[in-house]
């Protein structure tokens, strides 16, 4: 079983359309990153959270520590949203390297 | 740029055969990691290192692959005799002074015929 979850799998909405992806792991965390792949494989970070919430622009990512769950939320989707979001975790220990969901594949038609 | 590249980007290669890839990390970041992203998957930690050292490798990281970064700096990532399981993406990421904020590169995308 895998230690992160995410879901939906896939998802496909309409341009405008407020979005949610959810994430929950198994294991205690010290930090949470939120992803973004774009076809071709290159990622970029969105976010890195060990509490709380934070906002750029229209996303916004959420974490609860107690219930190891996180949320990335994305206001008035646009098709250029369309990718992989992808949740990974660091737990801290032995394991330096991060743990990774398998992925939501977004899908925003105009 | 001063991100994190990788090269090269594709690589086509017959089983059998041996392929290296090389990573540059962000200049001032220490920690170097490889990941492997096989297709509809998310990536799978294969190794670190901090500065020179490699301070852990997965079990993922048969005998076949081998790891370096000699003084620091870029590092590479050698597959010998690939097999067709192999065919993957292969990322980097770099970070400064710890596992916390990582920044990927592109990945190499490895076919395996």
């Known amino acids: 079983k895998n230690e992160v979850e995410q879901s939906p799998q896939n998802l496909t909405a309409q341009e405008g359309e407020f979005i949610t992806i959810n994430c929950s792991y198994s294991?205690?965390?010290?930090?949470l990153h939120w992803l973004q792949q774009h076809p071709g494989g290159g990622i970029v970070s969105l976010f890195m959270?060990?509490?709380g919430k934070k906002k750029h622009g229209r996303l916004i990512a959420t974490i609860n520590i107690q219930e190891k769950h996180s949320s990335l939320h994305i206001t008035a989707s646009h098709p250029r949203d369309s990718a992989v979001y992808i949740c990974?975790?660091?737990?801290?220990?032995?394991?330096?390297?991060?743990?990774f969901g398998k992925g939501t594949h977004l899908i925003i038609q105009p | 740029d001063t991100g994190v590249s990788q090269d090269p980007r594709h690589k086509i290669t017959k089983r059998g055969q041996n392929v290296t890839f090389r990573c540059d990390p962000i200049s001032e970041h220490n920690r170097l990691y490889w990941y492997r992203q096989t297709l509809g998957q998310g990536p799978e930690f294969l190794t670190y290192f901090q500065n020179e050292a490699q301070l852990e490798k997965s079990r993922l990281l048969s005998d076949r692959f081998s790891a370096e970064r000699p003084k620091g700096s870029f590092s590479t990532l050698e597959i010998q005799r690939t097999e067709q399981g192999d065919s993957a993406m292969y990322l980097c990421?770099?970070?400064?002074?710890?596992?916390?904020?990582?920044?990927f590169g592109p990945g190499t995308r490895l076919t395996v015929t």
């Open positions: 990974a975790v660091y737990s801290g220990g032995g394991a330096d390297g991060l743990t």
């Open positions: 959270l060990s509490s």
């Open positions: 294991v205690g965390i010290s930090a």
């Open positions: 990421a770099s970070s400064l002074n710890g596992p916390r904020g990582q920044y």
